[in-house]
């Protein structure tokens, strides 16, 4: 059975790899109209991470000709982070767009390797903090990440299972600009891990299947087997859960009345005294958030 | 490693047979009492199915002095039905209580071999509304099902996939009565089924193994091996997803002003002008719920 399109060999999904690179593609444009998640307007920071969703994200908003530039974190884990950072500037190159890489020891004198316990969150924190300080502070107007369907169903029980009503608040596609957080949009909210693979491979961009190698213990790889089981049932079951989580959301309202402030230590926004960056780094003083390459 | 309490050979969870059954036994008194389940004065209906959590209410409430009858539906599935009538005739008779046994042919005309799809939302729709109607017409208080932990939580993330927001408001382990429903309550909402199967073997309650033939498509089975794989990242998940629930149920919360009416058939209290029992078997006049035995 070849392309029902065109009758060339098939690639995926029933179609070959041209049509099925205009079918991906359609699909983030769709997505991207139908949450108004970006202007044409906006400078828009992707924040690369060397895997396959990231690169993704990037390859596709240089196809669609957004106003783009790269950002990469090296959080300093053996084999990994080397690895990564060498697929990131291969994109980077590939793509001519410029690319900012910032890394986690100058600023903290420490890695994630130095890190006891809980690593998948205290990575969580610093790319989040770590981004958003850079594109705040570059006068980027919104952060893209490569975060797909299978990554948000799978978060999204996870904080059900947990009760975390505050987290189940923020599974939107688009979360608003506030205070010194930019917006972030996920351009790949409803589209599945398998497809962007699909479209990695297509488009021959450059990434690594290298793993963390902290993140086999995450319970969330189960959530996400979960996910994929329950498929056998209900082909379209991630998406119709994503759907209903968007209908009936406003049941995890909470109080809006909450007043962020600035941390004592870095000045960026913050829940309480001193922002979680500052208090799992242990920061002591305000540092220059300098990029290299 | 015998048992730890008394040295006798251990049967489970480090105890012997004799002071397994009492920590079990213990558990359920613990539940009842937490949950104001049952008062004394109360009569109470038993729902037994042949299978091992339905017996097992009925052994333990006898045994701590609770004031029951039996009731059991033959819904007519070849093979499945029989063999289950014969363990909950056993059971009355070892127990010495009154058993009531309704056949869903002598109402409905049918069984639920002629249902054509959805058996297990047909069966559940006829139990529910059998066992109420009875239990209503015949001066019980309240009727206490078989319902475990692992029911309860497979349910409830069941709904949540389906963002069901109206059964994941009733997740609780008492319904209290209201118009012609009686009051409904699950003695075994914090206990696993191994727990309640420990405790069968233990004081070799009469119970069949056998499944309804429908059950294997149910895809609330995977989700009871979900959680049960989910336990090996963290034991009590189970529990404390449910305790969750129990603190944030009322996001759940549905409009309080819904009025329900009497079916225009049968006169039992119904959401809509026909009940759900008589809109499924099509049922056209009254009809006189007799029981035999
Ligand atoms: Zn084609
Ligand atoms: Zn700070
Ligand atoms: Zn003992
Ligand atoms: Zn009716």
Known sequence: MGCKLCGKEEFYKGLCKEHYINYFENLVKKSI?????????????VSVSGGKDSHAVAWVLKKLGYDI???????????????????????S?????????????????KTIENVKKKHCSICGITKRYLMNRFGYENGFDVIVTGHNLDDEVSFMINNILNWDIVHLSKHDP????????????????????ELILKYALAENIPFTTAECKYRKDAITLRHRMYFNELKKYRENIKL???????????????????????????????AGKICSFCRVWKIKKNFKLQSQI
């Open 174 to 193: 688009v979360l608003p600009a506030h205070d010194k957080f930019l917006k972030k949009v996920k351009i790949f909210y409803e589209i599945e891990e």
């Open 69 to 91: 530039e790269l950002f990469h974190i090296n959080l300093g884990i053996k084999n990994f982070s080397e690895i990564s950072l060498k697929e990131v500037k291969k994109l």
């Open 240 to 270: 119709q859960f994503l759907h209903g989580y968007l209908k009936h959301k406003d049941i995890f309202k909470v109080d809006d009345n909450f007043k962020f402030r600035e941390c004592e230590i870095c000045g960026m926004t913050s």
């Open 93 to 109: 190159n590939i793509l001519d767009l410029p690319l900012h890489v910032v890394n986690l020891k100058d600023i903290t004198g």
């Open 33 to 45: 109209k139908k949450y108004s998640m970006l202007k044409d307007s906006e400078k828009i920071l």
